[in-house]
């Protein structure tokens, strides 16, 4: 089973960027497909952005500015955060799952502790 661990949030202004880290330890991560969610304070867990060999999903709330991508040398998925907003703060985690439907990441196994990200207006 795969291990995933979380870096790279911290306390930003609104506009300012941002680059989520997951590091996945364990076998055939390429073989997983790698999602980010995130929960915001007293609301509940959301999907963000997943990939696979078959393509890259975005939700629409982080459309045109984020971005996921994975480096399956490094065994590394990571966010790409641009003009950040305050509705944007949330702990971030990471997921690996089977695949991708409806829009969203299915068939999860393993996920992240999580990495808080707050952005200030």
């Known amino acids: 089973q795969v291990q995933l661990v979380e870096s790279g949030g911290g306390l930003v202004q609104a506009g300012d960027s941002l680059r989520l880290s997951c590091a996945a330890s364990?076998?055939?991560?390429?073989?997983?497909?790698m999602g980010w969610f995130r929960q915001a304070p007293g609301k509940e867990r959301e999907f963000v952005a997943a990939i696979n060999w078959s393509g890259i999903y975005h939700a629409d709330s982080v459309k045109g500015r984020f971005t996921i991508s994975r480096d399956n040398a490094k065994n590394t998925v990571y966010l790409q955060m641009n003009s950040l907003k305050p509705e944007d703060t949330a702990v971030y985690y990471c997921?690996?799952?089977?695949?991708?439907?409806?829009?969203?990441?299915?068939?999860?196994?393993?996920w992240g502790k999580g990495t808080l990200v707050t952005v200030s207006s």
């Open positions: 997921a690996a799952g089977n695949g991708i439907r409806n829009g969203d990441l299915y068939g999860i196994n393993a």
């Open positions: 364990g076998r055939a991560f390429s073989t997983y497909t």
